[in-house]
């Protein structure tokens, strides 16, 4: 694969992503070891919808996470010449290592997903001399012309019954590649998958290992292991059978300049898991100082807290994202050495984006705070604290944040797909994300062009759609499961 | 009552002094009137002399708060980029935008074509998704609900670019029962104006009827509704009379503070559909990077926030009389 040398390329976004898996197991781990904060989310694990939405969410950030990892590897003609480490210009990811199948077969122009030939007719010469055909794909054209060579029969046949023979070819390559995804999903899944979430049902409901095996194939149990087990080995095969066949064909087709679509809609889930994940991160800080100080401080402290929310909610969100990106850009083309390569100039944009959302943002959840402080000020045990002479801080850390922490996660969880879906409809304004970058809003606004196309080109909106469509609504599912454990205002009926 | 709306006024000014000046701070020290010339006139070949010529054009070239070069003191207190382009918008007096036109003449020709999409969508917004959830909550006890509400979280989580796309697909190009895009006025613009609505109503549905519903069904937990049910009241006048008068001021709390905001209209709607309004406006200008139209809207947006949070709080007097505003 790689023989040259490798160096790392860190992205400040790559940074951001990181980070912010490290609170989250920080936050886990917090969370978990206090039992009256670990309650609400034994809910969460018994529930078969939370499981199964989460670990389809956890795929999702795994793929986005090896996203995360970007390297630059040696030009080693330039090295050779130079005598030193001469590094090329092209920043790749592990992501992009695994997609390698699919990354590097790229067409000239549009073709239909699972296609033989692009979209559109050209001149190709026959040897019945010149005529206008659908060109023949990459591969398949490198396997024509081996075949001209090595099959006279093939040769003598005409241009239709060719075509006809690569359609057959097709229809026992994708069978194979149906047989042999299955087989290489599968594999890992028994050997490794099965085997763990056993051992975890074992220690969890204090079973044997038979009686695992039975509620994990057979369903039963306080926790849904059915469910899990079968969700994962699903997205094996899915997995399995995108890069075995993505390597022959074009599972979605290809987009106008050539490049598979499928691989552009996986590599957009970075932008927007971290647009939809890092963002609330970013107005967490202050929505939990300012409110909380608001709620528990209260006088001229919260006067001041309400005068700045109010005016700052006043202004309409939309226009002032929109004015903060037409000054970042300003502010980009008046310094533009600061952004050397095209993925640092494509990636400060986002960052920005990121860090303009959070900061316009953090009014909702410091007023939910600043409510929620103003009650538990007045629960006993802190009116008891402050009248011992706690200090404010030691109370504000060990009764007021835990107890508020609820708000913080279900605003953040409730918050991830409404961010996902705003930047498709930010780059179709056009102050979403850099052109550049691969994200579902620009594939959804480059798609609404070719929407008008004849013959309708469908596919890249399909991919990007569906994409998009899963992860938002297996956020929003889990979102639900979070907010209803979660919240203590659960409203029963009588 | 008067006293009451006359102290929220008096209230509105100093937040209002505050967005005015933090828009003005944003603007104009982000992005120095220098580095807006330059990218408006592009980056290559522009001389200094152009970049003034262009301030001096604007009125950008005299000082943020201080004008050196007025005639008397109270002219160099006054005569600033502050007082010019800033204040001057508490009177409504937008000036002229980047590119020589007079915003407040634009804003009143625009403001029609926005109006005639959102004032129908809201209205027939706010009858359906009430109906809707109504009728969702009489059906709670039976597997309707579940479908409910899994329809409604699968239409929230399809982005509403979706709908917009194969409504114009599917009804536009397909069928062509309605016309792509475009836009006229008087009885023939109808047609235009049917499309966008459509797709509008399908893309927020399934957020709001969710919501209701979840309001509706907190209400059914209240002691009320079994003394309504104990005196032998049906449960659909239970649901359309009782239910429905108490559930008015959550409901009210989101839609009347959206009130004003009809006017601007909403920006990807008359994007897609090439519909002349405000949203439109805003769009072209932050895409011709006009400051002058950016900063006006957004000082509008504000007016028009403030004046939709006074009118939620006199509604509730409305519907709810125990609620007394002192």
Same mark, same amino acid.
């Given at each position: 694969?790689?023989?040259?040398?490798?160096?790392?390329?860190?992205? *400040?976004?790559?940074?951001?992503?990181?980070?912010?898996? #490290?609170?989250?197991?920080?936050?886990?781990?917090?969370?978990?070891?206090?039992?009256?904060?670990?309650?609400?989310?034994?809910?969460?694990?018994?529930?078969?919808?939370?499981?199964?939405?989460?670990?389809?969410?956890?795929?999702?950030?795994?793929?986005?996470?090896?996203?995360?990892?970007?390297?630059?590897?040696?030009?080693?003609?330039?090295?050779?010449?130079?005598?030193?480490?001469?590094?090329?210009?092209?920043?790749?990811?592990?992501?992009?290592?695994?997609?390698?199948?699919?990354?590097?077969?790229?067409?000239?122009?549009?073709?239909?997903? *699972?296609?033989?030939?692009?979209?559109?007719?050209?001149?190709?010469?026959?040897?019945?001399?010149?005529?206008?055909?659908?060109?023949?794909?990459?591969?398949?054209?490198?396997?024509?012309?081996?075949?001209?060579?090595?099959?006279?029969?093939?040769?003598?046949?005409?241009?239709?019954?060719?075509?006809?023979?690569?359609?057959?070819?097709?229809?026992?390559?994708?069978?194979?590649?149906?047989?042999?995804?299955?087989?290489?999903?599968?594999?890992?899944?028994?050997?490794?998958?099965?085997?763990?979430?056993?051992?975890?049902?074992?220690?969890?409901?204090?079973?044997?290992?038979?009686?695992?095996?039975?509620?994990?194939?057979?369903?039963?149990?306080?926790?849904?292991?059915?469910?899990?087990?079968?969700?994962?080995?699903?997205?094996?095969?899915?997995?399995?059978?995108?890069?075995?066949?993505?390597?022959?064909?074009?599972?979605?087709?290809?987009?106008?300049?050539?490049?598979?679509?499928?691989?552009?809609?996986?590599?957009?889930?970075?932008?927007?898991?971290?647009?939809?994940?890092?963002?609330?991160?970013?107005?967490?800080?202050?929505?939990?100082?300012?409110?909380?100080?608001?709620?528990?401080? /209260?006088?001229?402290?919260?006067?001041?807290? =309400?005068?700045?929310?109010?005016?700052?909610?006043?202004?309409?969100?939309?226009?002032?994202? #929109?004015?903060?990106?037409?000054?970042?850009?300003?502010?980009?083309?008046?310094?533009?050495?600061?952004?050397?390569?095209?993925?640092?100039?494509?990636?400060?944009?986002?960052?920005?984006?990121?860090?303009?959302?959070?900061?316009?943002?953090?009014?909702?959840?410091?007023?939910?705070?600043?409510?929620?402080?103003?009650?538990?000020?007045?629960?006993?045990?802190?009116?008891?604290?402050?009248?011992?002479?706690?200090?404010?801080?030691?109370?504000?850390?060990?009764?007021?944040?835990?107890?508020?922490?609820?708000?913080?996660?279900?605003?953040?969880?409730?918050?991830?797909?409404?961010?996902?879906?705003?930047?498709?409809?930010?780059?179709?304004?056009?102050? /979403?994300?850099?052109?550049?970058?691969?994200?579902?809003?620009?594939?959804?606004?480059?798609?609404?062009?070719?929407?008008?196309?004849?013959?309708?080109?469908?596919?890249?909106?399909?991919?990007?759609?569906?994409?998009?469509?899963?992860?938002?609504?297996?956020?929003?599912?889990?979102?639900?499961?979070?907010?209803?454990?979660?919240?203590?205002?659960?409203?029963?009926?009588? | 009552?008067?006293?009451?709306?006359?102290?929220?006024?008096?209230?509105?000014?100093?937040?209002?002094?505050?967005?005015?000046?933090?828009?003005?701070?944003?603007?104009?020290?982000?992005?120095?009137?220098?580095?807006?010339?330059?990218?408006?006139?592009?980056?290559?070949?522009?001389? =200094?002399?152009?970049?003034?010529?262009?301030?001096?054009?604007?009125?950008?070239?005299?000082?943020?708060?201080?004008?050196?070069?007025?005639?008397?003191?109270?002219?160099?207190?006054?005569?600033?980029?502050?007082?010019?382009?800033?204040?001057?918008?508490?009177?409504?007096?937008?000036?002229?935008?980047?590119?020589?036109?007079?915003?407040?003449?634009?804003?009143?020709?625009?403001?029609?074509?926005?109006?005639?999409?959102?004032?129908?969508?809201?209205?027939?917004?706010?009858?359906?998704?009430?109906?809707?959830?109504?009728?969702?909550?009489?059906?709670?006890?039976?597997?309707?609900?579940?479908?409910?509400?899994?329809?409604?979280?699968?239409?929230?989580?399809?982005?509403?670019?979706?709908?917009?796309?194969?409504?114009? *697909?599917?009804?536009?190009?397909?069928?062509?029962?309605?016309?792509?895009?475009?836009?006229?006025?008087?009885?023939?613009?109808?047609?235009?104006?049917?499309?966008?609505?459509?797709?509008? =109503?399908?893309?927020?549905?399934?957020?709001?009827?969710?919501?209701?519903?979840?309001?509706?069904?907190?209400?059914?937990?209240?002691?009320?509704?079994?003394?309504?049910?104990?005196?032998?009241?049906?449960?659909?006048?239970?649901?359309?009379?009782?239910?429905?008068?108490?559930?008015?001021?959550?409901?009210?709390?989101?839609?009347?503070?959206?009130?004003?905001?009809?006017?601007?209209?909403?920006?990807?709607?008359?994007?897609?559909?090439?519909?002349?309004?405000?949203?439109?406006?805003?769009?072209?200008?932050?895409?011709?990077?006009?400051?002058?139209?950016?900063?006006?809207?957004?000082?509008?947006?504000?007016?028009?926030?403030?004046?939709?949070?006074?009118?939620?709080?006199?509604?509730?007097?409305?519907?709810?009389?125990?609620?007394?505003?002192?």
């Amino acid at each position: 694969m790689i023989a040259a040398a490798v160096r790392p390329y860190i992205l *400040f976004t790559d940074v951001a992503a990181w980070s912010v898996v #490290a609170m989250f197991i920080a936050f886990a781990l917090y969370t978990l070891r206090k039992p009256h904060l670990r309650e609400p989310w034994r809910l969460v694990f018994r529930s078969p919808m939370a499981m199964t939405t989460g670990i389809v969410l956890v795929f999702f950030a795994s793929l986005g996470l090896a996203d995360c990892v970007h390297f630059q590897s040696e030009n080693t003609e330039a090295s050779a010449e130079a005598d030193k480490v001469i590094w090329n210009n092209e920043v790749k990811s592990v992501l992009d290592v695994v997609l390698a199948p699919l990354l590097e077969n790229e067409e000239k122009t549009f073709s239909r997903p *699972f296609a033989i030939v692009a979209l559109s007719k050209e001149s190709i010469e026959t040897k019945e001399g010149s005529i206008r055909d659908y060109p023949l794909l990459k591969r398949f054209q490198t396997m024509h012309e081996e075949r001209l060579k090595s099959d006279p029969t093939y040769a003598a046949l005409s241009r239709e019954d060719q075509l006809a023979e690569f359609r057959s070819m097709r229809e026992r390559e994708v069978r194979e590649l149906a047989m042999s995804s299955l087989m290489r999903g599968l594999l890992p899944w028994v050997l490794i998958v099965i085997p763990l979430l056993a051992l975890i049902a074992m220690k969890v409901e204090r079973i044997n290992f038979k009686v695992a095996i039975c509620r994990i194939f057979k369903g039963g149990g306080d926790h849904p292991w059915w469910a899990i087990a079968h969700i994962s080995g699903a997205l094996m095969i899915l997995f399995a059978f995108v890069i075995l066949a993505g390597d022959q064909y074009h599972i979605m087709g290809t987009n106008k300049s050539g490049a598979d679509v499928l691989m552009n809609a996986i590599r957009s889930i970075r932008v927007g898991l971290i647009f939809g994940v890092f963002t609330p991160i970013v107005m967490l800080p202050l929505a939990i100082l300012l409110g909380i100080s608001a709620g528990f401080f /209260g006088g001229w402290i919260d006067d001041v807290i =309400q005068y700045v929310y109010t005016t700052l909610n006043s202004i309409p969100g939309i226009l002032l994202i #929109a004015a903060l990106v037409l000054m970042l850009d300003v502010y980009m083309d008046a310094n533009e050495d600061a952004f050397k390569l095209l993925i640092d100039r494509t990636d400060a944009r986002l960052l920005a984006l990121c860090l303009i959302f959070g900061i316009t943002g953090w009014t909702g959840l410091c007023r939910l705070l600043r409510a929620e402080s103003l009650k538990l000020r007045e629960l006993d045990y802190v009116v008891a604290a402050r009248a011992f002479g706690v200090k404010n801080l030691t109370i504000i850390l060990r009764h007021i944040l835990p107890n508020a922490m609820y708000l913080v996660v279900i605003t953040v969880v409730l918050q991830f797909s409404g961010l996902v879906l705003a930047e498709a409809i930010l780059s179709y304004i056009g102050i /979403g994300v850099d052109p550049a970058m691969v994200s579902w809003g620009r594939m959804i606004t480059r798609a609404t062009q070719d929407m008008g196309r004849d013959p309708v080109v469908w596919w890249p909106l399909f991919s990007a759609f569906t994409l998009m469509l899963t992860l938002v609504l297996a956020a929003n599912l889990f979102a639900d499961v979070v907010r209803d454990a979660l919240d203590p205002k659960a409203g029963a009926e009588k | 009552m008067s006293a009451y709306i006359l102290r929220r006024f008096l209230y509105a000014i100093p937040i209002l002094i505050g967005v005015n000046l933090i828009t003005f701070l944003l603007f104009f020290l982000v992005t120095p009137p220098d580095d807006m010339a330059r990218a408006h006139l592009g980056h290559k070949h522009t001389e =200094q002399k152009d970049i003034e010529n262009w301030k001096i054009q604007r009125g950008y070239d005299k000082g943020l708060f201080w004008n050196e070069k007025g005639e008397s003191l109270w002219n160099k207190a006054t005569d600033t980029i502050f007082v010019n382009k800033s204040a001057s918008l508490f009177v409504f007096d937008f000036g002229v935008s980047d590119e020589g036109r007079n915003i407040g003449h634009d804003i009143k020709e625009r403001m029609g074509a926005s109006l005639s999409i959102t004032v129908p969508l809201f209205l027939v917004g706010l009858i359906l998704h009430v109906a809707i959830s109504l009728l969702v909550v009489l059906f709670r006890k039976t597997y309707i609900n579940w479908w409910a509400i899994v329809i409604c979280v699968a239409l929230m989580s399809i982005s509403g670019l979706f709908y917009y796309i194969a409504g114009q *697909f599917v009804l536009g190009r397909t069928f062509k029962l309605l016309p792509i895009s475009g836009y006229s006025t008087g009885l023939e613009g109808v047609k235009f104006v049917i499309l966008p609505i459509l797709c509008a =109503q399908l893309a927020g549905m399934g957020a709001a009827v969710r919501v209701y519903t979840t309001y509706f069904k907190e209400q059914m937990g209240q002691d009320y509704v079994r003394t309504v049910r104990a005196m032998g009241l049906s449960e659909v006048r239970l649901l359309f009379t009782h239910v429905l008068k108490n559930t008015m001021l959550p409901i009210l709390t989101g839609v009347v503070a959206s009130l004003p905001f009809l006017f601007i209209g909403s920006l990807v709607l008359e994007a897609f559909f090439a519909i002349p309004g405000l949203g439109d406006y805003i769009i072209e200008a932050i895409q011709g990077k006009d400051f002058a139209v950016v900063r006006s809207m957004v000082f509008l947006g504000s007016v028009l926030y403030i004046f939709g949070l006074l009118l939620t709080d006199i509604s509730y007097t409305l519907f709810d009389p125990r609620v007394r505003l002192k």
